[in-house]
């Protein structure tokens, strides 16, 4: 039963350090094929083959983790506690963060990767959107639009910043003040 486990436990180590080298690859040469994944993993191409069989599951993969990720941060994050001006900021720096940890999120790695479940991101929708509603109820968030509106400004706002550093528009510095900015903007109520 212990060999079982240990096979298992490789497996899942191999998996990883394949994902993970996607991760750090994808995000300096975002063509970088399975092969040079495969080396930067430090596993043979059939290796990477076995646990993904195409590109797109990488990628799905790989998405996957970085929602993971985020999800088990935002987790962190009580929506209830705090002043909602305040409590925004520190989500604002969350999903900042995020994006910042992984630098495969402003490439081109990802364009056109298949859709996963859209419901990946409802968890972490949900939670802001409360935190707005708060905000709203308080008086200190604009409640002339839905809150579901808001929580989706803000993160289309992230998207926007990563969008403009890949560009190389903008550097991490400016877009991080200008994403913190704008969206704490575009919720307060005093406009």
């Not at 991760?23 to 059939?46: F, K, N, W």
């Not at 909602?84 to 630098?103: A, Q, R, S």
Request: glycine content about 6%.
């Amino acid at each position: 039963m212990s060999e079982i486990r240990a096979r298992r436990s490789d497996a899942e180590r191999s998996r990883a350090a394949v994902r993970q080298a996607a991760i750090d690859l994808l995000a300096e040469r975002p063509q970088a094929s399975m092969g040079d994944i495969a080396t930067a993993a430090r596993v043979a191409r059939q290796t990477v083959y076995a646990h993904y069989s195409t590109r797109e599951q990488l990628i799905a993969a790989v998405i996957g983790h970085i929602a993971a990720d985020l999800t088990s941060q935002v987790d962190r994050l009580d929506p209830e506690q705090g002043p909602p001006g305040e409590t925004l900021g520190h989500w604002l720096d969350v999903l900042w963060d995020v994006l910042t940890k992984y630098p495969i999120l402003h490439t081109d790695a990802l364009k056109g990767a298949p859709e996963l479940d859209p419901r990946r991101h409802e968890p972490i929708i949900d939670r802001l959107t409360r935190l707005i509603e708060r905000g709203q109820a308080a008086g200190e968030f604009d409640d002339r639009v839905p809150p579901a509106w808001l929580a989706a400004a803000v993160i289309g706002l992230i998207h926007v910043a990563a969008a403009e550093m890949a560009a190389g528009r903008i550097s991490t510095t400016q877009a991080r003040q200008a994403f913190r900015t704008s969206a704490l903007h575009l919720c307060r109520a005093d406009r």
